[in-house]
């Protein structure tokens, strides 16, 4: 009994001596310090990831939707603009907005489009993962979809998914496929994507005239 005693003693005197240690430590070192970047440091991390998004060329992929039907970059041809949305299911930013992109495309802007495309339904090995194909599907649903959402191919992945970083990441591109106007990074509302939309459509209307 007293050996388990003896043993017991050792052990409570090792925490308490760690517990002394730690609380030593940070008294010396203090807390960690939170990293808060300036305007001017968020404005070229915001410049940088535009950056990555220009000059975006996503003619010539052919993939398939969540619900299995084959499609290819020739969706684009008949609308002045095209809105991307790109979003992961593990993204709560991303599933939250779906709604408000969701009443969008009932009502959207005259000559525009909306698409989705789910980044994390291709897995690390570039296959399709069909556990997050089915999860996707079942956050689209939830939210009262009815646009397409697409399972990147190889060459969405190389032009547009492998370099997008944040989530939501939205563009805007043309009948052609080619990136119009900022992409938006961040969720935001229906109004705003709205806006976006016209704003890219007058762009391409500019653009057409002065040819």
């Known amino acids: 009994m007293k050996k388990a005693f003896?043993?017991?003693?050792?052990?409570?005197?090792?925490?308490?001596?760690?517990v002394i240690i730690l609380a030593v430590l940070l008294l010396i070192k203090g807390p960690s310090d939170v990293i808060v970047l300036t305007e001017e440091e968020l404005n070229a991390q915001n410049s940088e990831q535009i950056e990555l998004f220009s000059n975006i060329d996503i003619s010539g992929f052919n993939t398939a939707t969540l619900t299995g039907e084959t499609v290819s970059s020739d969706i684009f041809k008949d609308y002045e603009i095209t809105m991307i949305n790109l979003w992961t299911t593990d993204c709560s930013p991303c599933?939250?907005?779906?709604?408000?992109?969701?009443?969008l495309y009932n009502a959207k802007p005259k000559g525009s489009n909306i698409i989705s495309i789910c980044v994390d339904t291709v897995d690390l090995k570039k296959d399709i993962d069909k556990k997050a194909v089915k999860f996707a599907t079942r956050i689209m649903s939830d939210a009262g979809v009815n646009f397409m959402t697409?399972?990147?191919?190889?060459?969405?992945?190389?032009?547009?998914?492998?370099?997008?970083?944040?989530f939501p990441t939205t563009i805007f591109v043309d009948s052609k496929g080619k990136v119009v106007g900022e992409p938006h990074f961040g969720g935001t509302s229906e109004d705003d994507y709205r806006e976006a939309i016209l704003d890219r459509i007058a762009l391409v209307s500019n653009k057409t005239e002065q040819k």
């Open 95 to 103: 599933i939250a907005e779906m709604p408000d992109i969701a009443k």
């Open 6 to 18: 003896k043993v017991i003693g050792i052990i409570v005197a090792v925490i308490i001596s760690i």
């Open 150 to 166: 697409l399972i990147p191919d190889h060459v969405l992945q190389e032009e547009l998914t492998d370099r997008t970083n944040i």
